[in-house]
């Protein structure tokens, strides 16, 4: 009897330390969970970068708009305006001699090097006007992420990311860079218009910092915040 009471004892004693091993292990593995999950709802710098890139890229490029044929001066399209001087300037249109009751309609045409270069340029919109000129859209420079500088985790749902962007411009936006010698060229009146109206801008500038709030959506993953 004394023999079976000791056995049992001895087993006794042998199990509580498994038993506290095991609850270690479980709580080990419980933590590493834990943090795993956790790790899943922080906004990784790559993935800061992605939404970064796309919300520079939804803002779409910087644009000019001019047009060719006969064109009529209006009060959103005049001919002698500084954006058609600039474009002349730099031989890729030809401006005629005005014509009409008053000289209002100026003949635009496009030279053999304007045609190349818009040829060059993806992305360019052309159409016809109904009063039989053409219209041009064209895109002049992107804006493109520099770098992701900080990510900050303001709860597992929300977060801020500080980066920088830069221009990245074609061949016709450097000509309309604020800071060329193109720009600058013209009067202090002409070169405000260009750069208030028609296109104009440091695209050769220092990169711009931005501070964007997004947010994670369930179905949709990370979001630039609407609120």
């Known amino acids: 009897m004394f023999e079976q009471e000791l056995e049992l004892e001895k087993r006794s004693s042998s199990v509580v330390p498994l038993l506290l091993i095991v609850t270690l292990i479980l709580a080990i593995v419980g933590v590493a969970g834990y943090f795993v999950l956790q790790s899943r709802k922080v906004l990784t710098n790559t993935e800061a970068s992605t939404i970064a890139a796309s919300a520079l890229k939804a803002q779409g490029p910087a644009t000019i ?6 064109v009529k001066g209006s009060v959103d399209d005049k001919p002698h305006d500084p954006n058609y001087k600039l474009l002349e300037k ?12 008053y000289g209002t309609i100026t003949p635009v045409a496009l030279t053999l090097e304007g045609q ?4 060059e340029i993806p992305g360019v919109a052309k159409s016809k006007e109904k009063d039989g000129t053409d219209v041009y859209l064209i895109p002049i420079a992107e804006r493109k992420l520099v ?9 597992p749902e929300r977060a801020v990311i500080d980066f920088t962007w830069r221009w990245e411009s074609n061949k016709l936006g450097n000509l309309f ?18 750069i208030q109206k028609y296109g104009a801008n440091f695209y050769h500038g220092d ?5 964007l709030t997004v947010a994670k959506d369930e179905k949709l993953g990370w979001q630039v915040a609407i609120d």
């Open 90 to 101: 730099a031989g890729l249109i030809r401006l005629g001699k005005d014509t009409g009751a």
């Open 207 to 211: 990169p711009t910092s931005i501070t």
């Open 147 to 155: 770098a992701v500088s900080n990510v900050k985790m303001i709860n």
């Open 65 to 70: 708009r001019f047009h060719t044929g006969m």
């Open 177 to 194: 860079d604020a800071s060329g010698s193109m720009v600058k060229s013209f009067n202090t009146w002409d070169r405000a218009a260009l």
């Open 116 to 119: 190349r270069l818009i040829e």
